[in-house]
């Protein structure tokens, strides 16, 4: 029996494997420096696909190694050791969005797509919001209309994290069908981020800084029919065909990241000294770092329960939502009374704090907000009760 009793031996020794990995080849200085300068992980990301990280979850025949989604959740919490930008930008991201492809793709996009990814030589944005369509994200309003074998597309995406960088291609939520109901008037089609009528506008974001959220302007994009993934009427099906891997990743992702907010608010605790005594010594400070640790703890066992559940192949939208609700609240949570117990220190960039900090504020709204998650779960509670 492991300690984490949700994993086998084989999935606490990939564990170990992962924050190893972590340990020799990304250190937090160089996480650090990306976020500072607002500049993409590209070293980062070549170390991550020589490992294979970013098809862990893609089919044997295809270069994947066919892991399930408890792998998935625990290489997740090791990348974002140092920082959840970093996982979601060369894991996260890229490898829920290819799902979708695997799932709905047909072999000539799997050709076209799939193997350069696989490669490690083309990346995957997701397109979802829009400037008027956030929470309520089926409102889409940017539209394709069909022109023989081409969409022309028009409109305006926001948000878009990873668009800007090279050779990325955007699964984009489009309007096809005006005149169908919302959900069902919906396609999604692969849109490289270098067509003719493509604006992209890096935005200077609290967090996100490393991968960078960009606003996409469409005019009169002209994207082959080649380019749609699934049928048309089918974008709102594929687009939430994925949503318990998404909410996986970004849980275990922000578990990963809260836990180290924990260790280096007490390594500071037990290292400063003021009164004449290390501050950890105040029971204040005890206790914060005490709820803080249990905080992760619980974080990280409702993501092993929710992604347990998804690998057994069982309904996990409540367990998800919950994960992804809890994590972030914990990440955010651990950030500020991280930077609290750092005092002064913690402001500043080289103590990683007033990162994690940002980055906990940006994961209570990315993914769907946490107020979005609290009313999925009570609708999943509400169909409970019986009269
Ligand atoms: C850094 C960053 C990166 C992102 N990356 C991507 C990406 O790669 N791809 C992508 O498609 N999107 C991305 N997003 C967009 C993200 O999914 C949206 O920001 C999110 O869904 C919320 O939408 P909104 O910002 O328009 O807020 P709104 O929907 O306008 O919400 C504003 C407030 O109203 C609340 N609210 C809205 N509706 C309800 C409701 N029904 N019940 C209760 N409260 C409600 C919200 O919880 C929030 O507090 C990213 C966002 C950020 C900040």
Redesign the pocket.
């Known amino acids: 029996m492991t300690f984490f009793n949700f994993l086998s031996d084989d999935q606490q020794a990939w564990r170990e494997n992962c924050f190893r990995f972590m340990e020799r080849e990304i250190t937090r200085d160089y996480i650090r420096e990306c976020d500072m300068a607002r500049e993409y992980y590209f070293d980062g990301y070549d170390k991550i696909v020589k490992e294979g990280w970013h098809s862990l979850l893609m089919p044997e025949e295809l270069g994947g190694s066919a892991a399930g989604p408890m792998e998935y959740a625990v290489m997740c919490e090791a990348g974002a050791r140092y920082g959840y930008d970093f996982v979601a930008a060369v894991v996260g991201?890229p490898s829920f969005t290819a799902q979708n492809l695997i799932k709905f793709g047909n072999p000539d996009q799997i050709d076209r797509f799939i193997k350069p990814f696989v490669a490690g030589e083309l990346r995957f944005?997701?397109?979802?919001?829009e400037p008027e369509?956030?929470?309520?994200?089926a409102s889409t309003q940017t539209r394709a209309v069909r022109d023989g074998d081409e969409y022309v597309i028009t409109g305006a995406?926001?948000?878009?994290?990873?668009?800007g960088l090279p050779n990325a291609h955007i699964l984009m939520?489009v309007r096809t069908d005006p005149d169908a109901p919302k959900h069902q008037g919906l396609s999604t089609i692969v849109v490289p981020n270098n067509l003719e009528g493509m604006t992209l506008n890096k935005l200077k974001?609290?967090?996100?800084r490393g991968m960078g959220?960009y606003q996409v302007f469409l005019d009169e994009v002209r994207v082959p029919v080649a380019n749609r993934i699934g049928e048309e009427g089918q974008g709102w099906e594929i687009i939430g065909s994925n949503l318990e891997l998404e909410r996986i990743a970004c849980a275990s992702g922000y578990t990963g990241c809260a836990q180290q907010a924990v260790d280096d608010a007490l390594l500071y605790a037990t290292q400063r000294e003021q009164f004449g005594q290390p501050i950890y010594e105040f029971q204040v400070l005890k206790h914060m770092l005490a709820d803080m640790q249990t905080q992760v703890d619980a974080a990280r066992m409702l993501t092993y329960r929710a992604a347990a559940k998804v690998a057994a192949g069982e309904p996990a939208l409540r367990e998800v939502s919950m994960a992804k609700l809890f994590a972030s609240e914990t990440l955010l949570k651990t950030g500020e009374q991280g930077v609290r117990i750092m005092g002064g220190h913690g402001m500043l960039p080289e103590a990683d704090m007033e990162r994690y900090f940002r980055e906990g504020m940006?994961s209570t709204?990315?993914?769907?907000?946490?107020?979005?998650q609290r009313?999925i779960i009570a609708k999943t509670m509400r169909e409970t009760v019986r009269s």
Do not use: C, E
């Open positions: 991201t944005s997701i397109g979802i919001s369509a956030g929470s309520d994200a995406k926001q948000w878009i994290s990873g668009s939520l974001t609290l967090a996100r959220t940006q709204i990315g993914g769907g907000t946490s107020q979005i009313s």
